[in-house]
């Protein structure tokens, strides 16, 4: 899995590209916003247009980065999951705990 | 009739394999007359079956072996998967979708199982560990549980 991350205003937009899975892209996941809580970076957007599909191991490294986040006072949110993603996010209900946006600027203008 | 197409896969628990098994569960479901939704779906399901095997049958423990026998059929694949640990009730496993289940970061495996195949069965082979048996057929149309989720 790959990442970039783009900030837009005070958000940390970071772009995700193949699939949250275990032993890759979980780690990648986890790092990622590791590094952005500890640079002192508190609202991140997690972008899922490009990511195909994630594991039970990626769906629990979701909700760790959310509590993560949330326990230093930041938030993550979710922008545009798609297909399998979106099926496995509903099938979880963790749709109904993640905020969850189909367009970058209302999500961006949430935090 | 024409013999079903076996397949097995032995390893020892760890991760590297896991991708090597959803690919072959998805070229084999192909095999069997499953479209591309219907092998992604059975790839997800024994993926979580073999990381379930690997992490909580086996304990990680790369002496302790997961097996993953298929046998497809026109129309049908049969997955078995089998750790050698000490077994475990599925009946008790919590649901993580309550409450604050939701928030754990484990427990989902068994929830996407049920899922993304037609058919679920454990066994538990006395002494020698835990056994999954999984059947996807083809439908042509989306599992039940996903068709009411938009609406839940």
């Not at chain 1, 991140?44 to 760790?64: R, T």
């Not at chain 1, 986040?69 to 979106?86: D, F, N, Q």
């Not at chain 1, 496995?88 to 189909?102: A, D, G, P, S, Y």
């Not at chain 2, 076996?6 to 090597?20: A, E, N």
Request: charged share 30%; proline share 3%; glycine share 10%.
């Amino acid at each position: 899995m790959k990442t970039t991350v783009r900030t837009v205003g005070q958000v940390s937009v970071v772009d995700l590209s193949g699939k949250i899975t275990i032993g890759e892209g979980d780690v990648i996941l986890r790092d990622k916003v590791q590094e952005l809580l500890d640079g002192g970076h508190r609202k991140v957007l997690l972008n899922l247009e490009k990511v195909s599909y994630m594991d039970s191991a990626g769906i629990g490294e979701l909700v760790a980065v959310f509590k993560r986040a949330r326990e230093k006072g930041g938030t993550v949110k979710l922008l545009r999951p798609s297909g399998k993603v979106e099926d496995l996010l509903q099938l979880t209900k963790l749709w109904e705990v993640f905020e969850i946006f189909n367009e970058e600027a209302p999500a961006v203008g949430s935090f | 009739m024409a013999a079903a197409t076996t397949v097995k896969i032995v390893f020892g628990s760890g991760v590297p394999l896991v991708d090597f098994v959803h690919e072959t569960t998805e070229k084999l479901a192909a095999l069997a007359g499953c479209d591309e939704e219907e092998s992604l779906n059975a790839a997800i399901a024994v993926r979580e079956a073999v990381i379930n095997a690997v992490a909580h049958g086996n304990k990680k423990d790369p002496a302790r072996r997961v097996e993953v026998h298929f046998k497809v059929r026109p129309g049908k694949v049969e997955v078995r998967v089998r750790d050698e640990g000490e077994g475990f009730d599925p009946a008790s496993t919590p649901d993580p979708t309550a409450g604050d289940n939701r928030l754990k970061t484990t427990g989902r495996g068994l929830l996407l199982i049920r899922a993304f195949v037609d058919d679920v069965a454990f066994r538990y082979r006395e002494g020698r560990g835990m056994e999954l048996a999984l059947v996807k057929r083809h439908r042509g149309r989306k599992p039940a549980a996903l068709t009411h989720a938009a609406s839940a």
